[in-house]
């Protein structure tokens, strides 16, 4: 992942961040974010200055995101099952927040499935490595992280810029610009992986 590159940058502030949370259930936290990025899809669904909260909620939901695993590390309470619910909550919270862009009015229904089917496949392609007996893979160039930031991004693009595009004779938004890269780089991301593991396995 691009932002990979960066953890080790941002550890110390993610600390920071997780203080206050010391003492909840990190399962708990893991809950939220989900509760979130549902939240997020719907919201942003639902049109309008609905939009522009749904940044915030989906802003939050990254950050529990983050705190979840840094809580259970700090207190020494991380477990396989933690593990576990943190990446089905994870692929949950994708499906929620890319069905709510696809559903909405800025994005077309098939761009989003080809996003899903990207995003699913390259956080397949990551486990499937680790149930062969390598380590998780997380190479490519589209990890979750960097969704996050995409969407981020582009929810504010969309809210406050509006603009559409005529390609080809289809009205293009930046929603489903960003459905697009999704599709692209989910899918090259998990032929990344593919490779990756298949050549260590060899």
Known sequence: MV??????????????????????????ISALSLV???????LFFLNNVFILISFFTLLVSAMFDAV??????????ASKRGDLIDHVFDRYSDIFIILGFSLSVYAQLWIGLLAIIGIMLTSYMGVQSQALGLKRNYTGIM???????LMLVFILIQYFL?????????????IDVL?????????VTAIQRFYGSYRALK
């Open 3 to 28: 932002l990979d590159a960066y953890r080790s940058k941002v550890d110390g502030a993610l600390t920071k961040i997780s203080r206050p949370f010391m003492k909840t259930n990190p399962n708990l």
């Open 36 to 42: 979130l990025a549902a939240l997020t899809g719907l």
């Open 68 to 77: 979840d695993g840094k809580v259970a590390r700090i207190r020494g309470i």
């Open 143 to 149: 990890g979750r992280a960097d969704r996050l930031v």
């Open 162 to 174: 509006r603009f559409n595009v005529m390609f080809a004779g289809i009205l293009v938004t930046p």
């Open 179 to 187: 459905l697009i890269i999704f599709a692209i780089t989910g899918n």
